[in-house]
Structure formats: C-alpha cells, structure tokens
C-alpha cells in the first residue's frame, strides 16, 4: 500500500514541480544561458527524421550561369546578414542562439558552410524554416525557382563560382538608411 501512494505522490509532484520550475521563469529561455540537458539532441533527432522523410531527393534545376546568379542576388538580400558572405561573416549570427551557420567559411574538414548537405535538405530548410532558431520559412516570401536557385548557390559553396556569383557574394552588404529614413520614398527610388 505505501508502495502505491508513493507511486501515486511521485506522478502528482513531477508535473507540479515542471509548471512551477517554467512559471517561475527558469528555464533557459535567453539566447545566454546554457541548454537543457539533452536540448540539442532531442531538437536535432526529430528535425533529422522529418527532413530526411520530406526533403525531395534532386532539383528541378540545374546550377546554371542564371541560376546561380539569380541564387546570389536572393541569398544577399534574404539570407546574408545571417548566413554571411565570402570572406565577411555576420556580426550578430554568433550570438543567436542556436548559431546561424556561417555559409561561405569552411568548418570541419575544409567543408565550406552546408555544401556537402544534399541540395534537397538546403531546400526543406528555406521552404520550412527551423523553429525557434530564427531560420524563417521562405515559402511565402520566395517561389521555387528562387527557393531552388539559393539552395543550389550555397550547395555549391565549395566549388569554383562564376565571376558574377562570385562579385555577388563578396561584395558588402549596405545598410546604410537615405538622410530622410527612406519616409515616403517608393520602393527601389534613388533619394533626391
């Protein structure tokens, strides 16, 4: 009998102590503190399993002179103020949590960001979106086509560019703000 009042204690106290423990405010909710224990590996094997189940296996395009070009211009105005460029990683992306990986410096075995994924995960990432990483799904924002194009861009970091890609991705970013704030001006207009 002691036995199974422990046991029925036992299962009341767990959920009173993890709604107190997140009500207080103590979970690891700032980009500073440490991880839960296991955090990393309970979020990596689901996303895994669920990119490798929904990724499509090839591209519907090919890594053209257009492609990749296009790819560029996609990837500096969407993706590298996180993912930074060649040569020019990003300021912030090393105090976000998890890091934004830096996609034209090599790691590892001289691999250059996420050139040896198969181009069908980079993909799933840009489509999807990774939560609460601050990788934003692209779906609404870009079509396939471009969705594709900036997926075969960083799929091929590692290899030899065309001089136009390779301008493209070297080039620095501009966030300089017009004298007026950019108030009133339409989209794309020079300041006067």
């Known amino acids: 009998m002691r036995f199974l009042v422990g046991l029925i204690l036992g299962f009341l106290i767990i959920p009173v102590w993890v709604t107190i423990y997140f009500h207080m405010g103590h979970p690891p909710v700032a980009v500073a503190d440490l991880p839960f224990l296991l955090e990393r590996q309970i979020v990596k094997i689901p996303l895994h399993a669920r990119i490798d189940k929904e990724m499509p296996a090839s591209a519907p395009i090919e890594a053209s002179v257009t492609n990749l070009t296009a790819g560029a211009q996609i990837y500096r105005e969407q993706c590298a ?32 960001g996420v050139s040896d994924d198969p181009v069908g995960e980079t993909y ?69």
């Open 124 to 192: 799933w990432k840009v489509a999807n979106g990774i939560r609460l990483s601050g990788m934003p799904s692209f779906d609404k924002v870009l079509n396939q086509t471009q969705m594709w194009q900036v997926s075969l861009l960083v799929k091929n970091a590692g290899s030899p560019m065309p001089a136009d890609v390779t301008k493209l991705i070297q080039a620095p970013l501009d966030f300089s703000v017009p004298a007026n704030g950019g108030v009133g001006a339409a989209p794309g207009a020079s300041p006067q």
């Open 81 to 112: 103020s996180c993912h930074g460029l060649y040569g020019r990683p990003s300021g912030f992306a090393g105090h976000m949590y998890p890091r934004a990986p830096q996609l034209w410096a090599p790691h590892g075995d001289g691999v250059v």
